[in-house]
């Protein structure tokens, strides 16, 4: 018999069944809710988690999306410093770069100083170097940076060099341009890399990092200079041209006294005050005098790291009477493994004088410093220094990795 609850007015109530039945109906529309509301939660934070993994990555490689006169203009992390981050923590707290230009990220609360590092679940991110992963809601959330670190730090640069007319400068004057590419060298200073074009004009760089870095092309009998931004992006393979404003090829070249200038080219032709360089089965001078570079046939070498020198005789000039202008040495070199570097020299009496460090590329390419006057004695260079002078050049490698130098030659301008 089933017994119906009355109010205290004496009218019909719900029997126990039916309310029983309206607590179980609440209990189900509750635990809907919940789960509903979980889910929700749960797709809010996961937004909230990508969204943040995202501006990590831009905080890292930069932001494609972000350009000054039609050239990508953000690169982040590594466009400023040249390497990948060590950590997350060097995205916010400069690591003792000078370089750095950060913070890259901002903290989505500003009380909780580490809040970029870790998911909406609070757990931390994982960074890899590659990839950034959040595991906080039981599975794996990733964002890559990049198929490879060789697509952010291994990018090469290529261009040609031209006069107004698109003339390149041929084999008179490939000698007298510099052309030079500055870019962060991955501790927080910058890296100045040094090449001549070849006689049709081209150059090109290798293992350059993302980036918007600084090219620049000079012609040293003018002293005109080309000035360009390079933005170098992943992967990436760029090509530019760089014409001159002027017809200078056909510019004759004028000595300060009036008329057109001259040269002779000295080369190697004995063995001068060091011989310390490897990887020529002669005397070394002999792997390097050759008026066209035969390249990887004959060459010395130096895979130490530390610097070490050859010394030449060179050929001696006769009959000249015109003041001299400049004495310039030239060498043609390159490095095996990521790192190498030159300097050229000249023994005019006692000591040995030498020119500035430079980075030496994985190509061969021609390298040069000038001289304008006698460093020994401060004056004007006289054909007497001329026949009695050394040159060489000391090489720098990289552990077991080589710098390599093919061949050297002096020109006397006068």
């Not at 992006?233 to 530019?240: M, T």
Request: charged residues 15%; negative net charge; contains cysteine.
């Amino acid at each position: 018999m089933i017994t119906r609850l009355r109010n205290i007015d004496g009218c019909r109530g719900f029997t126990l069944v039916e309310v029983v039945i309206v607590l179980v109906i609440a209990a189900i529309l509750g635990t809907v809710a919940l789960r509903a509301g979980r889910q929700i939660s749960d797709t809010a934070r996961l937004e909230e988690t990508k969204q943040e993994m995202e501006s990590i990555a831009r905080g890292i490689v930069g932001n494609p999306d972000l350009t000054n006169n039609g050239m990508r203009a953000d690169y982040g992390y590594v466009g400023d410093i040249g390497a990948l981050p060590p950590n997350l923590a060097a995205l916010v707290t400069n690591p003792g770069y000078a370089t750095w230009k950060g913070p890259y990220v901002r903290n989505r609360f500003a009380q909780v100083a580490s809040d970029y590092a870790s998911d909406a679940w609070g757990t931390n991110y994982t960074y890899s170097g590659l990839a950034v992963v959040s595991s906080g809601s039981g599975s794996t959330i990733s964002r890559n940076l990049a198929p490879s670190t060789t697509d952010l730090l291994r990018n090469d640069v290529a261009g040609t060099i031209t006069d107004a007319d698109g003339t390149p400068p041929g084999g008179v004057f490939d000698d007298s341009l510099f052309v030079q590419l500055i870019y962060p060298n991955g501790t927080g200073g910058y890296r100045t890399e040094t090449v001549h074009p070849t006689p049709d004009g081209s150059f090109a760089f290798d293992s350059i990092p993302i980036g918007t870095h600084a090219l620049t092309v000079i012609y040293t009998p003018t002293d005109d200079t080309l000035k360009r931004f390079l933005s170098i992006g992943p992967n990436h393979q760029l090509q530019v041209n760089v014409p001159f404003a002027e017809n200078l090829w056909a510019t004759s070249l004028v000595s300060p006294g009036g008329g057109s200038s001259n040269s002779v080219t000295l080369r190697p032709n004995g063995t001068g005050l060091w011989n310390l360089l490897s990887g020529c089965s002669g005397a070394n001078y002999q792997c390097v005098d050759e008026e066209v570079a035969d390249e990887d046939a004959t060459r010395v070498s130096q895979s130490m790291n530390l610097f070490i020198a050859d010394y030449y005789e060179l050929t001696n000039p006769s009959g000249i009477v015109d003041p001299i202008i400049s004495v310039t040495v030239y060498a043609r070199a390159k490095r095996e493994h990521t790192q190498g570097q030159l300097r050229l020299l000249v023994r005019p009496g006692l000591f040995p004088y030498y020119g500035s460090t430079t980075d030496l590329t994985s190509s061969w390419a021609n390298y040069s410093y000038t001289w304008t006057t006698n460093p020994a004695t401060g004056s004007a260079w006289a054909w007497s220094d001329i026949n009695s002078l050394e040159a060489g050049v000391q090489l720098k490698g990289q552990g077991t990795h080589s710098s390599y130098c093919t061949q050297l030659w002096v020109v006397v301008e006068y």
